[in-house]
């Protein structure tokens, strides 16, 4: 370990540029707060507690957020499974002002966004959008067979 005049500490580094250099693997059993001097919360508005708390943005190449199996949502393709139908979904976006199994805007502002939670939610979404897409290219094909039929009727008188 070395302390330079400046006060930078090195672990494993001898010139750091620095207040803490580490050059190796570090353990924390606390809570680490990074970017601010006053006092940032490492809850959020609904009192959740963690474990890092970063005041700004985060730069990654690549996240992964664990899930518990079960989780994802691919149980909208099996045949029991209950699809909320057009009209049903646009009384309800009226209602809530959002999609079904997610957040409205006033609880993401109070409580944050979970990632995990949205994410899942966000991919059932979009499966029962292809579902819905799926039966109405079932329909445009079964009103198209419809229609030569009805025209073959007609050319014929």
């Not at 474990?51 to 994802?72: H, M, R």
């Not at 959002?98 to 966000?122: C, D, F, R, V, Y």
């Not at 979009?126 to 329909?139: F, M, P």
């Amino acid at each position: 370990m070395t302390i330079d005049q400046f006060g930078n500490v090195g672990i494993g580094s001898f010139d750091s540029n620095y207040k803490l250099d580490v050059n190796g693997t570090a353990h924390f059993t606390g809570k680490v707060n990074i970017g601010s001097t006053s006092n940032f919360s490492v809850t959020n508005g609904n009192g959740a507690a963690y474990y890092l708390a970063v005041e700004g943005g985060i730069l990654s190449q690549e996240l992964t957020v664990e899930l518990s199996v079960g989780n994802w949502p691919d149980f909208v393709f099996e045949e029991d499974y209950d699809l909320m139908t057009l009209p049903k979904l646009k009384t309800y976006l009226g209602t809530y002002k959002h999609l079904p199994n997610t957040s409205s805007a006033a609880k993401i502002e109070q409580e944050g966004l979970e990632l995990k939670s949205m994410t899942i939610a966000q991919q059932q979404n979009i499966e029962d959008i292809y579902l819905h897409l799926i039966q109405l290219n079932e329909r445009i094909t079964q009103l198209e067979t419809e229609n030569k039929t009805l025209k073959k009727v007609l050319n014929k008188k």
